[in-house]
């Protein structure tokens, strides 16, 4: 199971997190063990209006 099923991501926004950039390093298809970090550049695959409700998601929590 990745970041995004214990999110609920896609179900939740209908995007979802392809990868993400730490500093110079690049993770993709982070675990479920990934902890996100202020900072974190989020790579997301969706629809405009997708993209938009997760960036709202994900600021809540």
């Known amino acids: 199971m990745g970041l995004n099923a214990e999110l609920n991501l896609k179900s939740q926004t209908g995007a ?20 996100l970090n202020e900072g974190d550049m989020i790579v997301m695959l ?9 960036i709202e998601f994900l600021d809540e929590i």
Do not use: H, L, Y
């Not at 993400?20 to 902890?35: K, L, T």
């Not at 969706?46 to 997760?54: L, P, V």
């Open 16 to 35: 979802w997190i392809v990868a993400v950039q730490r500093g110079e390093e690049i993770f993709a298809n982070p675990s479920s063990d990934f902890v």
């Open 46 to 54: 969706g629809k405009r209006d997708e993209i938009e409700k997760a």
